[in-house]
């Protein structure tokens, strides 16, 4: 990771000039991050994959404004959600899907005992539904922190909250969560 | 494990992600820069260069050269967009230094250095310092419109220019592959420009003649 700023500035930088192949490196590269935090939004597959396409077309207008510098990451990803949110907005009434478990173990997890993976299943399935009921504007901030990996500047620049606000939200909804799920 | 460890670990079933870069940039506005920009320029050069014939001299006001940089009075400002000048590469110092064979003058105030062919442009506060070769680009050209005064000035001791009003335009050619390219295309506000030896500099950001002389009085040599 250490060298991916200084590459990524570089792609940057030629992209600003023109060059789409350059740009096409910045997709391949946030695509996967850019759908998730658009999903986890808009709560529609499709939605979600236009969101983050018509985020990247529009962020590629907008590389003129780019601080040089700055972390490119959230600052695509805030114009991804500001897509997914008028999305939702005009989905109005259509219901959203609830986020899911993946069925099977990932990649690289420890094989755990039947028994184990029973508790644990029930037990992340507990805490999922409890994540789901939080109030929208704390599970944004969860599922931003905790489901996307994002750190708190991330969070906050993503959804276009203060960092306070995010910690706040942070902290209020893990309270909650304890209460929710057993020990 | 805590709370946060367990949120982490919850594997959740994103849909499949799809490949978006092909229509991504299938949208994008192709960059017509590159295939038009580049003749284009070619011709304001050589609109240039037709300016200073006899018949045609009547339509420029002033021209002077000084080191790399020639400056034509032009009687209709130049079009462009006015945006940040493109600095080049970010580098450390010691690679800024490496790439021009003359000692860089440097702000004592912190700053970043940035590379653009053979040009090293420093930055810092409001300040950009750009300094090349100037027989390494000789034919970059300025261009001041009418709303531009231009003024001989006295800089660290030989004589230099200093630009001011409307913005203008500065279009390098790039020594390396002898084109004019579109990533040396700036625009700048008040510039103060002057030569040492035969190297160029150019510093862009200061808001009186007295400021700028007084920015580069304060450089100092490697």
């Known amino acids: 990771m250490v060298d991916r700023p200084l590459d990524e500035h570089e792609l940057i930088e030629r992209a600003k000039r023109g060059d789409a192949s350059a740009y096409e490196a910045l997709v391949r590269a946030h695509q996967g991050i850019a759908f998730r935090t658009a999903f986890l939004i808009a709560r529609d597959p499709s939605d979600a994959e236009e969101a983050a396409q018509d985020g990247f077309v529009k962020a590629y207008r907008a590389l003129g404004r780019f601080r040089r510098g700055a972390p490119f990451r959230p ?55 409890a994540v789901e009921a939080l109030r929208e504007e704390e599970r944004l901030v969860v599922s931003c922190r905790f489901f996307l990996g994002l750190s708190e500047d991330e969070t906050a620049q993503t959804l276009g909250l203060k960092l306070g606000t995010v910690k706040s939200r942070t902290s209020r909804a893990l309270a909650q969560l304890r209460q929710e799920v057993a020990p | 494990m805590n709370l946060e460890h367990e949120l982490r670990a919850l594997p959740i079933a994103f849909p499949d992600e799809p490949d978006l870069a092909p229509r991504v940039l299938a949208r994008l506005e192709r960059p017509a820069r590159r295939w038009w920009l580049v003749p284009a320029l070619v011709a304001l050069a050589v609109a240039g260069a037709l300016f200073a014939i ?28 006015v945006r940040p000048p493109l600095l ?23 700053f970043t250095a940035y590379v653009d062919g053979k040009m090293v442009n420093l930055r810092w506060k409001r300040y950009v310092l750009s300094q090349w070769h100037g027989e390494q680009l000789p034919f970059a050209q300025k261009q ?22 409307a913005r203008h335009e500065i279009i390098y050619r790039d020594p390396a592959t002898d084109q004019i390219v579109a990533k040396s295309r700036r625009l700048a506000g008040n510039v103060l420009i002057w030569e040492d030896g035969d190297v160029t500099y150019r510093l862009e950001g200061a808001r009186t003649v007295a400021d700028a002389r007084a920015v580069a009085r304060n450089l100092k040599a490697r």
């Open chain 1, 75 to 129: 600052w695509l990803l805030q114009i991804v959600a500001n897509e997914a949110r008028n999305r939702r907005r005009s989905a109005g009434r259509r219901a959203h899907l609830a986020l899911r478990l993946a069925d099977e173990a990932r990649p690289g997890d420890a094989v755990p005992s039947p028994e184990a993976e029973l508790l644990s299943s029930d037990r992340r399935a507990e805490l999922l539904a």
């Open chain 2, 144 to 165: 001041v419109g009418p709303g531009s005064q231009t003024a001989g000035v006295e800089v660290r001791g030989v004589p230099g220019f200093w630009i001011t009003g």
């Open chain 2, 88 to 110: 080049g590469r970010g580098v450390s110092l010691a690679t800024a230094q490496s790439t021009v064979d003359f000692p860089l003058l440097v702000p004592r105030d912190p």
């Open chain 2, 54 to 81: 006899p018949q045609t001299r009547a339509a420029i006001l002033d021209l002077f050269r000084i080191g790399g940089v020639e400056v034509r009075r032009v009687e209709t400002q130049p079009r462009a967009p």
